[in-house]
């Protein structure tokens, strides 16, 4: 079976999974981890698309 | 003292050997989540689980390439760490001859990525699961 998936759903269910396991290993009780969770992958994605938008207009 | 260690001249007590605390991070390395699981965060566990093995699984699906020993490039005995991590999966993985395309395209080398990824979160669950063991962390 093979997958493709494009630049972004790539990025996307990367930032899924690193941010469950960096909110259940980073935090104490649940409500941080679900907290942090959110965080993590907040920041993944916004960093994504700051750096699309950057490497856009690089390209200009 | 052996039950102490000193640092800047304040004496802390270190943590008991216990045999979870050795047999939790063997098994959640072997397994990914397992570490938790049998200290019954069924949850936790569960999640770390489908997370890691989910990404490990999704990286060989698009292709990515595994990493056997080796002591050439230092990039390559790095990706061999970090894939080594998946524990299970990758002694899996190395054993049936998977991940052993060429990348053709550029998903592809995110695969490798994904799989690589996917053992260092694994080290780190493991970590996670040794600071439970000890009581380090609920």
Same mark, same amino acid.
């Given at each position: 079976?093979?997958?493709?998936?494009?630049? @972004?759903?790539a990025a996307a269910v990367f930032a899924v999974f690193a941010?469950?396991? @960096?909110?259940?290993?980073?935090?104490?009780?649940?409500?941080?981890?679900?907290?942090?969770?959110?965080?993590? @992958?907040?920041? @993944?994605?916004?960093?994504?698309?700051?750096a699309g938008w950057a490497m856009w207009l690089l390209k200009? | 003292? =052996?039950?102490?260690?000193?640092?800047?001249?304040?004496?802390?007590?270190?943590?008991?050997?216990?045999?979870?605390?050795?047999? =939790?991070? =063997?098994?959640?390395?072997?397994?990914?989540?397992?570490? !938790?699981?049998? +200290?019954?965060?069924?949850?936790?566990?569960?999640?770390?689980?489908?997370?890691?093995?989910?990404?490990?699984?999704?990286?060989?699906?698009? +292709?990515?390439?595994? /990493?056997?020993?080796?002591?050439?490039?230092?990039?390559?005995?790095?990706?061999?760490?970090?894939?080594?991590? =998946?524990?299970?999966? /990758?002694?899996?993985?190395?054993?049936?001859?998977?991940? +052993?395309?060429?990348?053709?395209?550029?998903?592809?080398? /995110?695969?490798?990525?994904?799989?690589?990824?996917?053992?260092?979160?694994?080290?780190?669950?493991?970590?996670?699961? /040794? !600071?439970?063991?000890?009581?380090?962390? +609920?």
């Amino acid at each position: 079976m093979t997958i493709t998936l494009n630049h @972004f759903s790539a990025a996307a269910v990367f930032a899924v999974f690193a941010s469950v396991v @960096f909110g259940i290993t980073h935090r104490e009780n649940t409500r941080d981890m679900i907290r942090y969770g959110l965080y993590c @992958f907040a920041m @993944f994605l916004g960093g994504l698309l700051v750096a699309g938008w950057a490497m856009w207009l690089l390209k200009r | 003292m =052996a039950n102490s260690t000193t640092e800047k001249g304040k004496t802390i007590p270190s943590e008991p050997l216990s045999l979870m605390s050795v047999v =939790a991070p =063997a098994v959640g390395w072997l397994i990914p989540g397992a570490g !938790h699981l049998i +200290q019954k965060r069924w949850i936790r566990g569960g999640l770390l689980f489908i997370s890691i093995t989910t990404m490990f699984l999704l990286g060989l699906a698009m +292709q990515g390439r595994i /990493y056997r020993p080796n002591g050439g490039d230092l990039l390559d005995m790095l990706g061999f760490i970090g894939d080594l991590g =998946a524990g299970g999966l /990758y002694v899996v993985t190395a054993a049936m001859d998977w991940g +052993q395309g060429a990348i053709a395209f550029a998903t592809a080398d /995110y695969g490798t990525k994904f799989m690589i990824v996917a053992g260092l979160l694994n080290f780190i669950s493991v970590a996670d699961a /040794y !600071h439970i063991a000890i009581g380090k962390k +609920q």
